[in-house]
């Protein structure tokens, strides 16, 4: 199983500890249209391995997901789990628009600590890495000394 899998596996089956089995018959994950792949997948495995149905909201990009939280989440429509970049995390818990996560030193110690670190905000972590990418600068020799 790959690490984006083992996270969305994760989060899935901590959000229905959180609400209990019972209670979690649907959830709706929020995630970028453009890279909503691995969660579609997950959500299908995750769906046959427990029977919960979860339903993918695909927003257009990022920068709507925590201007639709603000919204939704006054309105009881806000998803039960989103994927958004890890800098918009101190705005959130700032907001009370999310809620910590509580990880075992077990779950903490499959990810790099400089990915939970980044889910951290005030020595709270309040989620789960979903991926760690590493961006590069290339430039042109000529212009640049």
Partial sequence: MNIR???ITTLFS???LNYGVAQAIEITVLEDNLKSVGIKEAAHDFEKQTGIKVN???VKSYIYTIEKLRLDGPAGVAPDMMVFPHDQISFAAQENLIVPVDLTKAEKSKFLPSAVDAVTYK???YGI???VENLIVFY???YIK
Avoid: D, M
């Fill in 14 to 16: 901590l959000l229905c």
């Fill in 123 to 125: 020595g709270v972590v």
């Fill in 56 to 58: 993918v909201e695909e």
């Fill in 5 to 7: 899998k083992l996270a």
């Fill in 129 to 131: 890495p979903k991926t």
């Fill in 140 to 142: 042109n020799k000529n």
